[in-house]
């Protein structure tokens, strides 16, 4: 039977040998087939349908799911009964029990596939195991557009976030180093916004790398709607997923529990311009408390929008990083990606004994020299030993003698 977005409400397909389940609106059943296209498994189907009726992060949900099917927990919503455990308490349930009315998981499956996406769940191959760190709070499950493999991108993955009213030194900084983590096989994960996500998103693909971009709406639904075109890209070069089913709208509650996601997914998250109530704080705090690397670029001292960045460096929440060299020497194998030694140029004069660069300093640059003597005491060495200490930087270039004198080579 073919189903449509205005059938009310979805009944999970009872238990073999049990009666159907009155709902408290019910609509057509599906029957073995849920409708033109791909057939779709009913742990699909329940975990696509929980998508709608909670929001994401739902630690009632995660609680039940733990111990439950999620098509029994889809049943037990519908009857208002608690499966095995007792699940979400009477005010929950009646909050899950009002968004049944026009659910249909098949409509949003397949909506999602006609975008080019897909619906992954834990126990799929491309599902990455690393969402499991976040408990109760994992997501029940991913919609996702784009070709690439989510859990493989993953497993070398940064975020970089910050600011979404960032300067011009915050833009520069954040693609900058999105395009030299892309260009070391890195994949740039980011949210999409303004601002530092954008850059970084931009920075990545702009090198030719693969970046993702976790929303806290539909992953068919562009926003801001002033990166529309940048949302458009990265589906086509990378990957677009979000917890919310297609067409859902972002609120701020969302882009805050979106945030755990990106922490999550990553090996470490690098934040780039963020005042002391920064939403990017929170995906810092996440990182941190998941044992993910937490890195900061610093800002200048009186910009408030690298306050919350310099309030992490200085509390030991965050490393201190300039460069993709120094991130990828967290977050990379241990051994095998050091960033490399830091130092100023190494000058000549930086080789010479310690007698001789005393010699040195004391031999005028005036055309007329000194003589011995005076060198002598100057340096506070023998004259024997600074005439042959003498001889010695002048074969290295560094004096010359004009009669009894010596004197500065000057260098052009």
């Known amino acids: 039977m073919n189903r449509t977005a205005n059938d009310l409400t979805w009944n999970p397909p009872a238990e073999a040998g049990a009666a159907p389940q009155p709902g408290p609106s019910p609509g057509p059943d599906p029957g073995p087939d849920p409708g033109p296209g791909p057939r779709f498994d009913p742990e699909r189907l329940a975990r696509a349908a929980l998508s709608r009726l909670g929001e994401p992060g739902d630690a009632a949900l995660g609680h039940w799911l733990a111990d439950t099917d999620a098509l029994d927990v889809v049943r037990a919503i519908r009857d208002g009964t608690a499966p095995g455990r007792p ?115 931009r920075g990545a693909l702009a090198v030719g790398g693969p970046t993702v971009g976790v929303l806290a709406c539909g992953v068919d639904v562009a926003y801001p709607r002033g990166n529309t075109g940048l949302i458009r890209r990265i589906g086509e070069q990378g990957l677009l997923l979000s917890e919310l089913p297609p067409g859902e709208h972002p609120t701020r509650f969302r882009f805050v529990l979106r945030n755990r996601v990106i922490a999550a997914l990553t090996r470490g998250t690098v934040v780039v311009e963020a005042a002391l109530r920064s939403g990017a704080l929170s995906t810092a705090r996440r990182a941190r408390d998941l044992n993910r690397h937490t890195m900061g670029v610093p800002g200048p001292v009186t910009s408030e929008l690298s306050a919350g960045v310099h309030a992490l460096i200085r509390s030991g929440a965050a490393t201190l990083v ?17 960033a490399p030694q830091r130092a100023g140029p190494v000058l000549p004069r930086d080789l010479l004994e310690p007698a001789a660069a005393r010699v040195l300093e004391a031999v005028p640059g005036t055309p007329d020299g000194a003589p011995v003597e005076r060198l002598a005491r100057q340096s506070g060495l023998p004259p024997d030993e600074v005439l042959q200490r003498l001889y010695e ?20």
Do not use: K, M, N
């Open 322 to 338: 300039t460069d993709a060299a120094e991130v990828v020497e967290l977050i990379g194998a241990i051994g095998e990606d050091l």
């Open 393 to 412: 930087l002048g074969s290295l270039g560094h004096v010359e003698r004009h009669g009894a004198h010596w004197r500065l080579v000057r260098r052009r």
């Open 87 to 201: 699940g979400p308490d009477g005010a929950r349930l009646a909050a899950y029990r009002a968004r049944l009315p026009g659910l249909d998981p098949v409509a949003d499956l397949e909506r999602v596939r006609a975008a080019g996406g897909r619906f992954i769940i834990p126990g799929d191959t491309e599902w990455p195991s690393q969402l499991d760190d976040l408990g109760r709070a994992r997501p029940t499950g991913l919609w996702v557009v784009g070709t690439g493999s989510l859990r493989l991108l993953a497993l070398r993955s940064v975020a970089v976030v910050g600011a979404r009213a960032c300067t011009a030194y915050g833009a520069h900084v954040a693609g900058d180093l999105a395009a030299q983590l892309a260009e070391r096989g890195w994949v740039v994960v980011s949210g999409g916004a303004y601002g530092i996500d954008a850059a970084a998103h």
